[in-house]
């Protein structure tokens, strides 16, 4: 029995080390721009094989459309109305684009992307949908590094299994809904991402995903779940005072599977794990009430943790500094005030962070690991 004891231990930790996802899809470079390049006009209809760019400055188009072509942004553009039936948007480093549906939204339904290196501003609800969308013509709307941001005060809506929002920077939607038909893991979070939303609609299971690491996720207002939203607990979830959860008929409310959850959450900015002040946890509720301790801390190898009567938490886990979890157990054979860990002495010395799981919070606190 011990035996088996030990090998589901080793198979959970094994799922956690080896994420049920790839990593996000990788962005194509920025693309050059000299400023000798064809540049867009306002009203054009861009067709397979034709690729401009705008260089020049900060103007406004009333209408541009995209069948096939390709569209390089390198200073400010603004599209009242863009039609992306199909093709590609680059938005370059430093360059800003905003654009909306005109009055209504904006549909991408296949082999629409846009690759954002800078600012993306939409002033409209957009929607990545079918028909055409294939794995070989995605929709993808991408921040494609921490540098990146985009922006909408409407609705995000992804419903089809060949569309995806992938974040490796800051994005901020009045709300993201992924409805129906999308995929698992059709919203891929980079690491050290932010997405920020007051509404959050689920109906697909484990479709956030945040595989290469800690990324969050922040709901202001309202969640709808009709099914659980992640399976990694390397997705922070910040959940505000302010918000509830729809309950009744097939809703499942707070359903945030595997996320690693803070309650009465400012932003992401409040959990954010690499700025820690050390020895000071980070709780969700007062630290005497949890009565939480660790030592020695730093540590070589081992180190105790004891919790107050009544405070067992569910499972314990230790992330490194980039969020990689390297270590993980259920407390069902601990005792009612504390459990040892044990490390491996090849881990090598630096900060960790530990976080005690417990139904509805988590509570974080950083460990220094030493050399022997």
């Given at each position: 029995?011990?035996?088996?004891?030990?090998?589901?231990?080793l198979?959970?930790l094994?799922?956690?080390?080896?994420?049920?996802?790839s990593?996000?899809k990788?962005?194509?470079?920025?693309?050059?721009?000299?400023?000798?390049?064809?540049?867009?006009?306002?009203?054009?209809?861009?067709?397979?094989?034709?690729?401009?760019?705008?260089?020049?400055?900060?103007?406004?188009?009333?209408?541009?459309t995209?069948r096939?072509g390709?569209?390089?942004?390198c200073?400010?553009?603004?599209?009242?109305?863009?039609?992306?039936?199909?093709?590609?948007i680059?938005?370059?480093?430093?360059?800003?684009?905003?654009?909306?549906?005109?009055?209504s939204?904006m549909?991408w339904?296949?082999?629409?992307?846009?690759?954002?290196?800078?600012?993306?501003?939409?002033?409209?609800?957009?929607?990545?949908q079918?028909?055409?969308?294939?794995?070989?013509?995605?929709?993808?709307?991408?921040?494609?590094?921490?540098?990146?941001?985009?922006?909408?005060f409407?609705y995000?809506?992804?419903?089809?299994?060949?569309?995806?929002?992938?974040?490796?920077?800051?994005?901020?939607?009045?709300?993201?809904?992924?409805?129906?038909?999308a995929?698992?893991?059709?919203?891929?979070l980079?690491?050290?991402?932010?997405?920020?939303?007051?509404?959050?609609?689920?109906?697909?299971k484990d479709?956030?995903?945040?595989?290469?690491?800690?990324?969050?996720?922040s709901?202001?207002s309202?969640?709808q779940?009709?099914?659980?939203?992640?399976?990694?607990p390397?997705?922070?979830?910040?959940?505000?005072?302010?918000h509830?959860?729809q309950?009744?008929?097939?809703?499942?409310?707070?359903?945030?599977?595997?996320?690693?959850?803070?309650?009465?959450?400012?932003?992401?900015?409040?959990?954010a794990?690499?700025?820690?002040?050390?020895e000071?946890?980070?709780?969700n509720?007062?630290?005497?009430?949890?009565?939480?301790?660790f030592?020695?801390?730093?540590?070589t190898?081992?180190?105790?943790v004891?919790?107050?009567?009544?405070?067992?938490?569910?499972?314990?886990m230790?992330?490194?500094?980039?969020g990689?979890?390297?270590?993980?157990?259920r407390?069902d054979?601990?005792?009612?005030?504390?459990?040892?860990?044990?490390l491996p002495?090849?881990?090598?010395a630096?900060?960790?962070?530990?976080?005690?799981?417990?139904?509805?919070?988590?509570?974080?606190?950083k460990?220094?690991?030493?050399?022997?």
């Open positions: 029995m011990r035996s088996i004891a030990i090998l589901s231990g198979a959970i094994l799922l956690f080390l080896q994420p049920a996802y990593q996000c990788k962005a194509p470079p920025p693309e050059p721009c000299t400023g000798t390049e064809p540049s867009p006009v306002n009203n054009e209809i861009m067709t397979v094989g034709i690729k401009k760019w705008y260089y020049g400055p900060a103007a406004t188009f009333s209408q541009l995209l096939g390709t569209l390089v942004v200073s400010d553009l603004t599209i009242t109305k863009l039609i992306l039936d199909s093709g590609t680059v938005i370059n480093p430093g360059a800003k684009l905003t654009a909306g549906g005109g009055g939204g549909i339904q296949g082999g629409c992307a846009v690759y954002n290196h800078g600012r993306f501003e939409i002033t409209s609800n957009l929607t990545l079918g028909p055409y969308a294939s794995a070989a013509r995605p929709n993808i709307l991408m921040n494609t590094s921490p540098a990146a941001s985009s922006r909408s409407d995000l809506v992804i419903n089809d299994p060949n569309s995806f929002l992938i974040n490796n920077g800051a994005a901020q939607f009045h709300g993201v809904i992924t409805d129906n038909l995929a698992p893991g059709s919203v891929c980079g690491y050290t991402s932010q997405l920020k939303q007051s509404v959050l609609i689920n109906k697909v479709s956030y995903v945040a595989p290469s690491g800690t990324a969050c996720v709901v202001s309202f969640s779940f009709l099914d659980t939203l992640t399976n990694h390397s997705l922070l979830a910040c959940i505000s005072s302010g509830t959860s309950t009744g008929g097939a809703n499942k409310p707070n359903a945030w599977g595997e996320a690693t959850r803070f309650n009465a959450c400012t932003d992401c900015a409040s959990i794990l690499l700025d820690l002040e050390p000071r946890p980070r709780i509720r007062p630290t005497e009430e949890a009565g939480i301790k030592f020695p801390n730093p540590f190898t081992q180190v105790q004891s919790w107050a009567a009544g405070q067992k938490p569910e499972a314990v230790i992330v490194s500094s980039t990689q979890p390297v270590y993980y157990a407390t054979g601990a005792t009612a005030n504390g459990m040892k860990i044990g002495a090849s881990l090598p630096g900060s960790f962070i530990a976080k005690l799981i417990y139904p509805a919070t988590t509570v974080v606190h460990l220094i690991k030493i050399q022997e």
